[in-house]
């Protein structure tokens, strides 16, 4: 018999129809009523932590799912943890740096539509999760969504109404669920003891360049976050009209008490730096961190992850960026 624990935080899986719009509110025990047909040899039990649409995520919301699967790990084979598809990406990464090397599963999933709705596609997520949770060959930190498996640092919302809501970027999916049928591609290794980390520091910005941004906001930025990620053009520049004004800021400042982190506005195939003279005299001028493979979402938990967790030096800062946790980095 394996035991399977479902978390439940909210969003449009857990909803009803209010006057006001969609709002989440379902209980556990309405949860259990819509339930799917699950085998008798899975066993579950539901934990509510909390009912919010998942644009109100916060640090200490993960916390509490942290601290959930932490207090339960030993007494169950897997976790499904449900939530609203909004931010879910960005929880699935910072899972997957707070819990490393999980041997059990630990699933997200959600909905385009409630599950007490006739057109829903929430029973066969629910359905596939549970499965994919409770196989022995499951490992670590995945969004299971409309019957693919996507590890938690590559998935990204893609499409806000229909069911193919989750795409892999810059990874293949971890597996398929067909009719109950796990297809595996990619072998996810258990290697070592669970570590679980205990905080966060969400002072991360994300600034997104457009043509002609004034570089006005700047100073404001870096005195308020302990680090920015911008997020250029194409293979990775910085347009000179905001060039030298980053640059005076950050000589305010040691390199590890602002972070400057780089990614791409490009949807696949990531960052890189070194292929124009626009990338290149940046990564010479400044201390840069950049993003390659790893996606926005990934970046801006690996850098919460980091800066919560004692990394005092530029060095430390950046070794432990570039290091791979949980498949986040192939290149
Ligand atoms: N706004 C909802 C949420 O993220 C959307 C969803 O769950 O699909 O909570």
New binding site residues.
Partial sequence: MRKILILTT????A?VQSPDGLV?GMSSNQLREHLPQIGSDIAIDIKELFH????DMTASHWIRIIDAIRDNYDLYDGFVVCH?????AYTAAVLSYMIQNSEKPIVLT???KPIGFEITDAKSNLQDSILYAANSLSHGVQIVFAGKVIAGTHARKVRSMSFL?FESINLPVIAEINNGHIIRYLNIPSNGRVQFYDSINPNVFLLKLTPSMSPDLIPEIFSIYDAVVIESFGAGGIPASIENTLLTELSKYRPEEKILAMTTQVTYEGSHMNTYAVGRRIADSFKILEARDMTLETIIAKLMWILGNNSKTWDEIEQRFYTPVAMDSVY
Avoid at 10 to 13: A, E, Y
Avoid at 52 to 55: A, C, G, K, L, P
């Fill in positions: 909210g969003g449009t899986i909803s989440p919010i649409d998942s644009t609203g598809t909004d931010t879910m959600g909905a385009q809501a």
